[in-house]
């Protein structure tokens, strides 16, 4: 039961230490200045996979999700259609980019409109119905939905490409 515990607290505690991507404030820098170590995003496949998008069943219904099905996600600072991500620096440490070296990406079940942009690091991020999508630093797993909600901007999609909450 200790053990139940104490994991929960330190999933949480992960949560809680990567989920602070909202709007930067002037006492906030956009690009992590300030932050003591650097971080490794962790590898969540997408370029192994070719970015394919397809769909899964979660408790939020049916969701998109890449092809190893890691869930990915919308980012509500970001402007709907255009051509660059706004998640910069720290934000995108947490909220790794889902990438692509295609410029039409596999996909599989999702209906909404897919494309790509010239994402941050210069490489070719994927969007659905012109929101750029994003992967959750602190989902372990597929089909986890850790990111949902987060800081009241972060979303998970239907496959038609429209938010799920918010």
């Known amino acids: 039961m200790k053990l139940r515990i104490a994991t929960g607290l330190a999933v949480m505690g992960l949560i809680v230490a990567l989920a602070g991507c909202s709007a930067p ?14 971080t490794e995003s962790p590898d969540m496949g997408a370029e192994a996979s070719g970015a394919v998008l397809t769909t899964a069943d979660s408790e939020l219904g049916e969701i998109v999700v890449d092809g190893e ?3 990915v996600y919308m980012f509500d600072n970001d402007a709907q259609g255009a051509d660059a991500s706004s998640c910069e620096g720290e934000c ?15 996909v599989e079940g999702v209906t909404g409109e897919i494309g790509t942009i010239t ?5 070719t991020q994927v969007t659905l119905n012109g929101w750029p999508l994003y992967y959750f ?27 799920i909450g918010g």
């Open 25 to 38: 404030t002037a006492e906030e820098p956009s690009d992590g200045a300030g932050t003591s170590a650097e």
């Open 137 to 163: 630093a602190g989902d372990g797993a597929s089909g986890d939905t850790n990111g949902q909600g987060v800081n009241d901007v972060w979303w998970v999609l239907t496959p038609a490409g429209e938010k």
């Open 92 to 106: 995108a440490t947490n909220w790794p980019a889902v990438t692509t070296e295609s410029d039409a990406p596999e």
């Open 119 to 123: 994402g941050v690091d210069g490489s």
């Open 69 to 71: 099905g890691m869930t």
